[in-house]
């Protein structure tokens, strides 16, 4: 059975921003597909009723009090930028509109 | 662009009953930001304010701030909202230039307040607007766009990215849908948002400026025809950035959606922008697929457990919300609903009870902040608190009226000349003059003089025609330019032409 | 003995006591670099004056009298994941060539306040991702022990440079195995501390939950006191655990394991495990068990699945933390001329940026996040990994500390699995369970595999913040082998 399509690695790659060509993706579809299959043993622990862990410890709680902290140079900000214009980070025009 | 056709405003209401909600974000006003120690000056030059952090350089994590969490449960509580016992902050994931790592920490399904009210007032009317929840997240950098013609995103040649505002702490609050308003959905939606910024303010969490960003408000607005029970679809408009233009943008998209309904056309799931200049809403650019941001737990960040003892506090301290104050106030002033509204329209509650704090009595420091005062702001288009005058100096006032020092109209002379930057009350009255004339013999000669002027009022008076005496009284309020006490000078007429009343 | 085949703690006793300067055990360590360089391909940035500027530095520090600790002075190679402000960090990635972060690590700033003098920056598999080093984007490091083989990885450039003589010390990082892994192939000490024992912050993220610094030296006291210079409470690390650091030095000079309750991993053995590996293992537990330890056979029937839940929650994590790299603010950007759009240059810049490895691990984790998958992998993997933490806390109620082969097969011949991600997994089969809870393992050295004579690493789990336990048993195994062997095993391994 084919867990994975060419098409959904597309998609995959879509919402990752990765530019694949088509070789790629179908290589890609190959391997994952082979993965998933592999990985999806996970199904076998019953573990209906066990709470999921996000943290490999059971801490809580902690914050940071609200103070001022110095902040990086506009010249240290922007030292390893593609490009910069006026103190600012020049980037491609954005086609979508933010989310 | 293309322009809608719009269905005027009763109809579309006669045909369709509108469903409301309401997302509104909230710049919180800490010292740094929500996940590092970044300054949050609004307005500081490019980049500045900025570090690892809330760059995303690799490496980087996030601390949370603890006063933002407790900003935030102490809005929930102010919302009538349960507070999380355990909860999480997690990954909001999609690409965007501003979004220095193309995630944001938010909250998915375990917000930190949720299941909460605000109760508004609307024509009279209270509208309970229920809250689902109230949530803690990362604002975004800011992009200006450079090149094309508008300066608008579309056709721009690429953009220019500034980060001082990414990381600064957001608390998103949202409604549940609103039904059952009916006609008033427009002005429902602007009250909450008012009563909403209210809050926020009284709380002390956010200076809650529209203009600048650091209040937002989405609105979302879904229209059903009548006798329909099947919620239609809506849409979600951005960009609303007053409190006038909450209700514009609710009216405009109920005109344009019963259009297009009616019309046999279906309502597009999407995201809209208004527009201040015409009052109506376009589309947002349409996405290619739908989101999918990938919500998990933030593995950098450890969950929140909110102490109960710690919340009961907070509940306890909570400032006097705007509502009960208002009926605190209403019952301490004794006034009527109507002049209640008025100023609260006119954001004057402040400015009035901090008058009757430095001394005045409430009805005259309600007269003088919503009748002259009110006017002069109208007239220079400012808000009454942006009045170059002090409740202290309104209460001067009223207290020099009240000693007889002053009478009505010296007392407009004089906020004229507060107004005018001529100093303190009592400096404008000595330097213009203002002072009543009390001097017996002063007065004595004018009303000689201007019994001596009009005859035949002053035969009218003799003759028993008591009424006559205005005329005569107008004569030396007139030759006094206002400063004579007109009771006074009355005594003095009926004494000289030998009646009584 | 010349300076670079003596411990770290004899190198910091003869600094402190003037018998030697930190500019001449820098310079001997940075001669030895020169020399095996080509064959070896362990490091990725070195810059000879930049590390005698520092040795410099701490010479003068201690000559002022400034009291700095027991390895003041004493040289390190740092993996090139952890941020340095005067050196690249590159994390192994063409998406970040030649970038400098304008800040240190956690990790590389305690360092530097304890006098240690930065060699240079080690190789990795890309962005950590990798058990052989392979994956890096600038060549792959060798085995010093046969340089046909993998060092290991991801901190395969750590490994080896310890291994081969060029560094006493180095910091790795472990996410599922990437520094226990590459010491056992090398036959050096790697200890992976408890999770939260060591700051992250600084460390580009591989996977937030999971990641690890720790490190790596040729005998477990060097370790400890390694360990010990770095870890501690980081309030820039809200994952921090804020309590003492367990007292690993002491425990690596106390290697008494007398009454000590040792428990077998029965699930790890068997099928799929090199004849000669199990050999050594099992002669280690007999060892342990003539050292006075109480052994007894402990099942943990879920750490088969550790495996798959690793390669759900790592990748999904991955697929957040690499997102950053866009092309926005740093690093590189490919093909932005002017009339692409930012999105575009986005996925170009990635697509040429990122490695084979790297993209597969960001797709699969974006698959598993993705709605409708979600509860199926991503949260069926999460609660896998409760279950699996409760099996190393009913264990630890039964014993003091696990053991197991660290891998279940030596180095392995460079290219050998290269193109089976599946195969390459399995490296890190017996590792990972501990990634998962967060406790605390380490692997020492504890022979050769009688197939291929290559080095063959025992794995000690300890419970979380029971570090110096890893430390205690590992140093009884050490000086007992020591004794046996005659010398390191180290000192078995064929000159350069």
Not at chain 1, 76 to 88: C, I, K, Y
Not at chain 2, 7 to 12: G, L, N, Q, R, V
Not at chain 3, 386 to 393: K, W
Not at chain 3, 482 to 492: F, H, I, Q, T
Request: glycine share 8%; with cysteine; proline share 6%.
């Amino acid at each position: 059975m084919s867990a994975i399509t060419r098409d959904e690695v597309a998609h995959l790659a879509r919402l990752s921003r990765l530019a694949l060509t088509d070789d790629e993706l179908a290589h890609y579809a190959t391997q994952l597909d082979a993965i998933i299959e592999s990985v999806a043993k996970v199904a076998e622990v019953a573990a209906e009723d066990v709470p999921p862990s996000s943290h490999a410890l059971p801490l809580t709680n902690v914050f940071r009090a609200d103070e001022v902290r110095p902040s990086l140079t506009p010249e240290q900000a922007l030292s390893g930028a593609p490009a910069v214009e006026d103190n600012r980070f020049r980037v491609p025009r954005i086609l979508g509109e933010e989310a | 662009m293309t322009v809608d056709t719009h269905m005027p405003y009763d109809e579309a209401l006669a045909r369709f009953e509108p469903v409301l909600g309401l997302e509104t974000h909230v710049e919180l006003g800490t010292a740094s930001k929500m996940f590092c120690g970044c300054k949050t000056t609004f307005g500081a030059p490019p980049n500045t304010q900025v570090c690892p952090t809330c760059l995303a350089f690799p490496g980087s994590l996030p601390t949370a701030n603890a006063v933002a969490i407790e900003s935030t449960i102490r809005i929930g509580l102010a919302l009538n909202c349960s507070i999380a016992e355990w909860c999480r902050f997690a990954r909001k994931n999609y690409f965007y230039p501003d979004m220095p790592k193309n995630y944001q920490i938010s909250q998915y399904d375990e917000p930190l307040c949720f299941d909460g009210y605000l109760d508004v007032e609307v024509d009279g009317r209270t509208v309970r607007v229920e809250i689902e929840r109230v949530h803690l997240e990362e604002d975004t950098g800011k992009s200006t766009h450079v090149g094309g013609a508008t300066g608008r995103i579309q056709g721009a040649d690429y953009s220019i990215v500034d980060y001082n505002r990414a990381g600064i702490p957001l608390v998103e609050i949202v409604t549940k849908p609103v039904e059952g308003t009916e006609s008033l959905a427009p002005d429902v939606a602007k009250a909450y948002v008012t009563e909403l910024r209210e809050t926020l303010r009284s709380l002390g969490v956010s200076d809650v400026r529209m203009e600048e960003g650091s209040l937002r408000c989405d609105v979302n607005v879904s229209l059903m025809p009548r006798g329909a029970s099947e919620w239609g679809t809506r849409t979600e408009t951005k960009n609303v950035n007053s409190l006038r233009s909450v209700e514009r943008a609710v009216r405009s998209e109920i005109e344009r959606q019963a259009a297009i309904l009616a019309d046999g056309g279906r309502i597009i799931q999407e995201t809209r922008h208004f527009h201040e200049d015409t009052g109506v809403t376009t589309p947002g650019r349409s996405k290619e697929e739908a989101q999918d941001y990938r919500y998990f737990p933030e593995p950098d960040l450890v969950p929140i457990a909110p102490d109960p003892a710690w919340v009961a506090t907070l509940k306890e301290a909570l400032p006097e919300l705007p509502s009960v104050r208002r009926k605190r106030l209403q019952a301490e002033w004794g006034v009527s609903d109507l002049d209640m509204q008025a100023m609260h329209n006119a954001d004057a509650f402040d400015l009035v009870e901090a008058t009757v704090a430095a001394g005045a009595p409430a009805a005259d420091a309600r007269k003088w902040w919503m009748g002259e005062l009110a006017r002069r702001a109208n007239e220079s288009g400012v808000a009454l608190a942006g009045l170059p005058i002090t409740p202290a100096q309104i209460a001067r006032v009223t207290e020099l009226v009240a000693s007889g020092a002053l009478n009505d109209k010296l007392a407009r002379e004089v906020l004229e000349g507060v107004l005018a930057g001529e100093g303190s009350p009592d400096e404008v009255v000595e330097r213009r003059g203002l002072r009543i004339v009390n001097d017996e013999g002063e007065l004595s000669a004018i009303v000689d003089q201007v019994i001596a002027g009009n005859a035949d009022a002053a035969d009218k008076v003799r003759s028993g025609k008591i009424a006559a005496a205005g005329a005569l009284v107008g004569g030396v309020m007139k030759a006094s330019r206002g400063k004579a006490d007109a009771a006074r000078a009355r005594e003095l007429i009926l004494e000289k032409l030998g009646v009584s009343e | 003995m010349s300076l670079i085949h003596k411990t770290a703690a004899e190198l910091g006793a003869l600094i402190a006591g003037g018998e030697v300067t930190a500019v001449e055990v820098a310079e001997a360590h940075l001669d030895r670099m020169a020399e095996v360089e080509p064959k070896i391909n362990a490091f990725l940035h070195i810059d000879r004056e930049t590390t005698v500027e520092q040795a410099r530095a701490v010479d003068a520090r201690l000559g002022a009298g400034e009291r700095l600790g027991p390895l003041a002075g004493v040289p390190i190679a740092h993996k090139d994941i952890f941020a340095t402000a005067d050196m690249p960090t590159t994390a192994a990635s063409k998406i970040l060539e030649g970038w400098r972060p304008p800040y240190d690590a956690t990790v590389t700033s305690r360092l530097r306040a304890a006098g240690l003098v930065i060699l240079g920056k080690t190789n990795l598999d890309e962005f950590a991702m990798g058990s052989s080093t392979e994956n890096s984007a600038y060549g792959t490091t060798h085995n010093p022990w046969d340089l046909t083989r993998i060092p290991g990885g991801s901190s395969g450039g750590s490994s080896a440079a310890v291994a081969a003589y060029e560094a006493p010390l180095s910091t790795g990082t472990d996410t599922g195995g990437s520094i226990r892994q590459p010491a056992a192939v090398t036959g050096i000490v790697g200890m992976k501390p408890t999770y939260g024992g060591s700051s992250r912050y600084g460390l580009i993220a591989f996977a937030s939950s999971l990641d690890t610094p720790g490190p790596f030296a040729r005998n477990v006291l060097d370790a400890a006191l390694l360990h010990e210079a770095f870890s501690g409470h980081d309030p820039m690390d809200s994952t921090s655990v804020d309590a003492p650091v367990p007292s690993v030095v002491e425990a690596a000079r106390n290697a008494d394991i007398s009454g000590m309750r040792v428990g077998v991993v029965k699930e790890f053995g068997g099928e799929g495990y090199q004849a000669g590996v199990l050999a050594r293992f099992h002669e280690a537990v007999e060892l342990l068990e003539s050292l006075g330890a109480k052994v007894v056979e402990v099942s943990c029937p879920s750490f088969s699945t550790a495996l798959p839940a690793y390669y759900l929650i790592a990748p999904s994590e991955c697929s957040s933390n690499l997102a950053r790299f866009d092309a926005m603010r740093y690093g590189l950007r490919v093909g932005d001329d002017g009339t692409r759009s930012a999105e575009e240059v986005m996925a170009m810049t990635r697509a040429a940026g990122f490695g084979p490895e790297v993209k597969r691990r960001i797709m699969l984790g974006t698959y598993a996040l993705s709605s409708g998958y979600y509860d199926a992998y991503y949260g069926q993997a999460q609660k896998v990994r409760t279950v699996i933490s409760r099996e190393f806390e009913a264990a630890f109620h039964q014993v003091d500390v696990l053991v197991s082969p660290t891998t279940p097969t030596t180095a392995f011949p460079i290219g050998e699995r290269a193109d089976d991600p599946i195969a390459m997994y399995l490296a890190d089969l017996c590792t990972i369970p501990s990634n998962l809870s967060g406790n605390a393992a380490i692997s020492v050295p504890c022979g050769l595999a009688d197939e291929d004579g290559l080095p063959v690493g025992l794995q000690i789990m300890a419970p979380v913040l029971g570090d110096d336990r890893c430390y205690r048993v590992g140093a009884a195994v050490e000086q007992a082998l020591e004794s046996r062997w005659g010398g390191s095993l180290l000192s078995k391994a064929p000159a350069l």
